[in-house]
């Protein structure tokens, strides 16, 4: 074990860290349920679903079953002039649970790339039709992504700094609270007055890497329908908040007005092979059916549908929209308030939200809240130490557990944020 520890710290750069300054990684021997397993013996309980992926748990059996069927069959073929069960099933499994405006799936990597295709899509959208509307509109505090066209439209802070001048012009709106929806929603409306926003691009209610920022579905609503009514193409960014995470299947599903494409991701093949789409309205899909070759789409991945992938997505897919698993998330939910309400006047506690399984604690610490808040490293180390895996951003301590977890399980996990509420006293 030694031996590969010192092989890792020789010859891996982890995300997040810095060549020689990162310190041994936890070697996780395999998993299980909600349980991270070490060689040494201790079990870690995934709060985070493993960096927001994880829905049915580690090693889940139906989707291991559904990947190894598939991969006696057909590993992965080239997904240009070519297709397959997997994608054909997938893409039908999608387009039924998918706001019903929604008409074509395009299949990618990942997260970022599924907004990337988002971007070009809503870019080449104006293009095809000899409009010139090159602007892109978002909410300050974003996060979509780290390849360029992601970290364009979020926010410019310490991630995108090395790359600032690197980066295409985005106008922002302020992040809505109770007290400025007015000002935002005049914001908005000012910007899209221009006539030159060619897409709007929003992570649902939700911004994650942001803190766990929650915002108001009435004035989400308000900002796409002038925005639609406006002709600007609405990007849906369901990347993390997409599969009931937001308690819905998807966080559009809490709004009246739908988005014209939404990036998918994370939750997908339930946490357990990368596969990123893009779904896409009729009107998007209209400005690119012509005889023009110009007016093609000419975006691909060498992977794009990879077979393995779509399975393990149809099989979460079915496992998602049993009875047993929506109950689950609707006990989560149920949960998270129940603690949530338990924990509000903490004196170290300086706001607490939640919204479906997500649950989201913002400390009063003497440094801003911000990702890089000195609070985080003490955070995650307290909580390892315990054999809770709470990857806190910055200041912000956030639950979001794989759908399986218990009721018993979940109770640990609050009872160790308590005794460490307790242990700041």
Not at 141 to 147: I, P, Q, S
Not at 333 to 356: A, C, Q, W, Y
């Amino acid at each position: 074990m030694t031996d590969l520890l010192e092989s890792d710290q020789k010859n891996i750069w982890h995300p997040f860290s810095q060549p020689g300054q990162q310190e041994s990684p936890i070697f996780i021997e395999s998993a299980s349920g909600v349980y991270l397993h070490t060689n040494d013996g201790r079990r870690i309980i995934d709060a985070i679903s493993s960096w927001w992926v994880n829905l049915h748990g580690h090693s889940n059996p139906q989707i291991a079953k559904a990947i190894s069927d598939q991969a006696t069959k057909l590993e992965h073929v080239i997904f240009a002039g070519f297709t397959h069960e997997p994608a054909i099933t997938l893409s039908k499994n999608l387009m039924g649970i998918l706001p019903d405006n929604q008409s074509r799936i395009f299949f990618s990597d990942d997260g970022s790339t599924a907004v990337e295709v988002a971007i070009k899509l809503a870019l080449q959208y104006w293009r095809n039709q000899g409009i010139e509307k090159r602007k892109l509109l978002a909410i300050r505090g974003a996060y979509h992504g780290d390849t360029f066209g992601a970290m364009s439209v979020g926010e410019r802070g310490i991630f995108t700094d090395a790359f600032v001048s690197h980066l295409f012009d985005v106008d922002y709106v302020d992040f809505p609270d109770q007290v400025n929806e007015a000002e935002v929603l005049n914001q908005f409306q000012q910007i899209v007055d221009t006539g030159l926003v060619a897409a709007f691009i929003y992570e649902p209610l939700l911004q994650g890497a942001a803190g766990m920022r929650i915002y108001g579905a009435p004035l989400l609503d308000k900002m796409i329908g002038y925005a639609q009514s406006n002709s600007v193409i609405c990007i849906a960014d369901e990347v993390l908040t997409g599969f009931g995470r937001t308690g819905k299947l998807f966080a559009s599903d809490h709004l009246i007005n739908k988005p014209d494409l939404i990036a998918l991701s994370k939750g997908l093949t339930g946490g357990a092979l990368p596969l990123g789409v893009t779904s896409c309205s009729g009107r998007v899909v209209a400005a690119f059916q012509s005889n023009d070759i110009a007016k093609t789409f000419f975006h691909g991945h060498s992977f794009t549908a990879n077979p393995l992938a779509c399975a393990a997505a149809n099989a979460s897919f079915e496992l998602l929209l049993q009875p047993a698993c929506q109950k689950q998330i609707a006990d989560i939910g149920i949960l998270h308030e129940r603690f949530k309400t338990s924990i509000v006047t903490n004196p170290h506690v300086m706001d607490v939200r939640s919204l479906g399984t997500v649950l989201a604690i913002e400390l009063k610490t003497a440094g801003k809240t911000s990702y890089v808040n000195p609070a985080r490293k003490k955070i995650y180390q307290y909580f390892l130490e315990r054999n809770v895996l709470l990857r806190p951003l910055g200041n912000v301590i956030y639950i979001l557990p794989p759908y399986i977890i218990t009721e018993a399980q979940l109770q640990t996990v609050y009872d160790t944020i308590n005794e460490f509420l307790n242990h700041l006293e």
